[in-house]
């Protein structure tokens, strides 16, 4: 073999060693497939590069093209458009519709390792709505990495240990002007507690010998109660013996009470008459002492205090009183 047939034949097997190459990577980056565009503003691009993944619901239909900013001096500060490289097509051939009201989310890679993909939010409505055009633009929302809620949640203990600390050390002033001042007022009250316990050891001093003989007239006393106890007992014996004498003498009283019943009542009509004149005579001395020498206009008829109704007289009981109730 020539030398210039060797050459023909190595150039001929680098040129098939680049094309299997470039249909390699044409079937598995997607190079042959059909892509449409559509762009994504966020407010920051930190973490996204580009060949960033976008996905739609966990399968990859998509890349990140190119980072570009948008400056509008009108919109404060700047803000970035991403274009994001979409598959026409699912790998069965469907084609792929996004809804309008699709998001856009960043998220930060499972478990510690950096990065982020960017995850479309089809909205929860059929696909019969209107769907976005190649070249239309979507909202993006990003959600903060594990650690990134770290960190947050570092700076909000922080500040709350900070806060803390700071009314610890407030609270701990507060204690110790109030020690202070309780340590201020024991010092002057001292001097009077002192004399109050001192005045209050000589009045004990004092009232000792009148406790040791209350204590001693307690003791003769409970000496002296088994007597009291006796003489209780037979005054009470004696006191029920009255008592019988007693009901006796009230029934004889009642059959003279009712035998004289007619006398009393108009005794007791004529004191009730006399008891209201003589109201009268002070009621109209006292109001104008005059009367007393011009005389005291006596009390109309009617004015008079009502009469007890005179009864006749019941008839008596026998004048035997019963007998006493006999003695327990």
């Known amino acids: 073999m020539t030398r210039r047939t060797a050459d023909t034949l190595l150039g001929l097997l680098v040129v098939a060693v680049v094309g299997v190459l470039v249909f390699a990577l044409s079937r598995t980056q997607g190079w042959a497939e059909r892509r449409f565009s559509i762009f994504m503003i966020t407010e ?9 993944r976008v996905y739609l619901q966990g399968l990859e239909v998509g890349r990140v093209q190119s980072l570009a900013p948008l400056v509008d001096p009108s919109m404060g500060r700047p803000r970035f458009v991403a274009n994001l490289r979409l598959r026409r097509t699912y790998d069965n ?51 903060p990495g594990s650690l990134e809620a770290l960190s947050q949640v570092a700076d909000s203990l922080k500040d709350q240990v900070r806060d803390v600390l700071h009314d610890t050390q407030a609270l701990l002033e507060r204690l110790n002007q109030t020690v202070n001042l309780a340590n201020t007022h ?81 005794t007791m009509s004529n004191i009730l008459v006399l008891s209201a004149k003589m109201d009268h005579f002070v009621d109209q001395v006292s109001r104008k002492p005059l009367k007393m020498l011009s005389g005291v ?15 006749p007289p019941a008839q008596a009981p026998s004048s035997q009183p019963p007998s006493p109730p006999s003695q327990p």
């Open 44 to 52: 920051s691009v930190q973490d996204l590069s580009l060949d960033t």
């Open 93 to 143: 051939g469907a084609p792929l519709i996004l809804p309008t009201g699709t998001q856009a989310e960043i998220r930060p890679l499972a478990g510690l390792a950096t990065g982020t993909f960017i995850a479309l939010e089809v909205p929860v409505r059929p696909y019969a709505a209107a769907a976005l055009s190649p070249g239309d633009t979507i909202a993006a929302i990003r959600r």
């Open 186 to 266: 024991i010092q002057q009250v001292a001097p009077e507690v002192r004399k109050t316990m001192s005045e209050a050891q000589a009045t004990l001093a004092q009232l000792r010998p009148t406790l040791d003989q209350a204590t001693r007239l307690l003791e003769s006393a409970d000496q002296r109660l088994g007597p009291i106890h006796d003489s209780l007992t037979a005054t009470l014996t004696a006191a029920h013996s009255a008592l019988t004498r007693l009901d006796t003498l009230s029934l004889a009283a009642n059959s003279v009470l009712i035998q004289n019943q007619e006398a009393i009542r108009r």
């Open 297 to 311: 206009k006596p009390l109309p008829p009617e004015s008079l205090p009502q009469l007890f109704p005179v009864t």
